[in-house]
């Protein structure tokens, strides 16, 4: 089913809000994150992006005129998001409802893993199963030993869940798919919920 433009408007800058109040030093989020947690195309969310760019939403960062690679609520952004009602003449995406975030099997994530006892256990029954593949790899052992290490901070981290911190999240997850992106698709599920869990979206 496809999203309408206003729906990702909403639910970009809505994502970025909840990540300024949790992380109010840091830069913002980057552009992986957000397309894996909205489960975008990068089309829709690049045009969406700059849309919000253009309307003084949300500020992109680039680096040397590549596309941009993290973004950022503004004043503006967070007193539309506070005040929808006020601004939904001059931004119809106000009043669209956040959607239901999936993930790419097009099962509501939320559903999948809601309780909080459970979460915990799914992580470390996900890790396991990423452990053995690593392990029937065959790599060298300097390239397992690297695999094996990325993998315990990001499970370290992911267990922590709603204190979780996003940043680190970001830094560990995009560590480990340079070096093993062949465990994405075993991992991203549990991924996807932590960083949800993290920005408390219910």
Known sequence: MSVSD????????????????????RFGVDRAIIQDTLQLSEKQMDINSLYL???ALVTLSRT???QWTFAKITSVGI???ENKERYADKFSFT??????????????IRETVSSETIFPLQVTDTFRQARDQVRAAKLSRSDEERIEKQLRALEKELQK???????????D?????KKASWLSPILSRVVLEGIKKSL???
């Open 6 to 25: 206003d729906q990702v408007r909403l639910d970009i800058v809505e994502l970025l809000y909840k990540h300024r109040e949790d992380n109010a030093t």
């Open 64 to 66: 040397f005129g590549t």
């Open 79 to 81: 007193e539309v998001i």
């Open 53 to 55: 760019e253009d309307k």
């Open 173 to 177: 997850w995009g560590e480990l798919k």
């Open 95 to 108: 009043q669209a409802s956040t959607s239901q975030i999936q993930d790419e099997n097009h099962e509501n």
């Open 200 to 202: 408390e979206i219910e």
């Open 161 to 171: 869940t709603k204190k979780a911190d996003l940043g680190t999240i970001q830094k």
